[in-house]
């Protein structure tokens, strides 16, 4: 028997801030997406593993960050045409809509400020978790789990050196295209891999993800679901009969900024009912459950 882990990268404005022109659907979403899916984890008791970017933490900032060695330029946007608008680079009481929830969820990592690990040296790298990492200590919560900005894995003995236990590693299967994942979804075949969480030698667990939750959308999606309903939906609970009969993880992620309207709640209100529907065969875990329960089989 396997199991299902969820876990939200949540940055609100701070996924778009390198963006030349960011998306105003998903800017203006990521609030009122993260209580979407406060509300409906709540609803069918699905514990998540909450991904913060360590910023959102802040009442307040000026946005100067002159200690920092990716500023001036990383924070450019957030002095300028975001200076009025804390709410996309600000986010305590939603931190603490996580920490309240009658769910008992995990409050992981996302770095300090969403820089792409891959693209930068190890100063920056190390700054954004020491931040990050103290931030959280601030609120008194002691952070486990990593997940890279953009699924960017880099310097991971920094990870390691800064008390992590575990991160979302990237789908162990090679990427097939739009296309390709329609046919086979709508033939009936092809489901999500179930991964399988991997202790490495500095003591890390990477647990790689599985499907991203917000995959098809638009043209395909209006094509496929007259044939299979919503693909996403069906792959998820092919992945949960895989995980009932099969050791492994199905590992699912999404944005709270994914969550940009009707359409978007029904796909995640699916899902958790899926979810919820099989946990007598498939337990829900964190990716902090997963990281102590593979270090207890795999001790150094």
Not at 135 to 142: F, L, M
Not at 165 to 186: D, E
Request: with cysteine.
């Amino acid at each position: 028997m396997g199991s299902v882990v969820v876990s939200v990268d949540a940055e609100l404005g701070w996924g778009f801030v390198d963006h030349e022109t960011p998306p105003p659907d998903r800017l203006e979403s990521g609030r009122p997406g993260w209580h979407t899916l406060c509300r409906l984890f709540e609803e069918y008791d699905v514990p998540a593993t909450w991904a913060v970017v360590g910023h959102l933490f802040h009442s307040r900032c000026d946005g100067r960050h002159s200690d920092h060695p990716a500023a001036p330029e990383w924070f450019a946007r957030e002095r300028g045409e975001w200076a009025g608008r804390p709410d996309l680079t600000c986010g305590p009481e939603l931190v603490e809509r996580v920490r309240r929830s009658s769910v008992d969820h995990e409050v992981a990592s996302h770095s300090y400020s969403h820089v792409e690990f891959s693209n930068v040296d190890e100063t920056v790298a190390a700054a954004e978790l020491e931040r990050a990492v103290a931030i959280a200590d601030e609120w008194g919560i002691n952070v486990e789990s990593f997940v890279f900005p953009r699924n960017e894995v880099g310097h991971l003995d920094l990870l390691a050196d800064h008390g992590f236990r575990s991160y979302r590693g990237r789908r162990p299967t090679p990427r097939r295209s739009l296309v390709s994942k329609l046919r086979t979804t709508a033939a009936g075949s092809g489901r999500p891999p179930l991964v399988t969480p991997e202790r490495e030698d500095n003591g890390l667990v990477n647990v790689p993800a599985s499907l991203f939750l917000y995959s098809f959308e638009g043209r395909p999606l209006q094509v496929t679901r007259p044939v299979v309903g919503d693909p996403v939906v069906e792959l998820v609970r092919r992945g949960l009969d895989a995980a009932a009969d099969d050791e492994g993880i199905l590992h699912l992620w999404l944005h709270p900024n994914n969550v940009v309207g009707e359409a978007e709640k029904r796909r995640l209100d699916a899902v958790l009912a899926a979810i919820d529907d099989s946990r007598e065969d498939v337990p829900v875990e964190t990716m902090a459950d997963v990281a102590a329960r593979t270090t207890a089989l795999t001790p150094r």
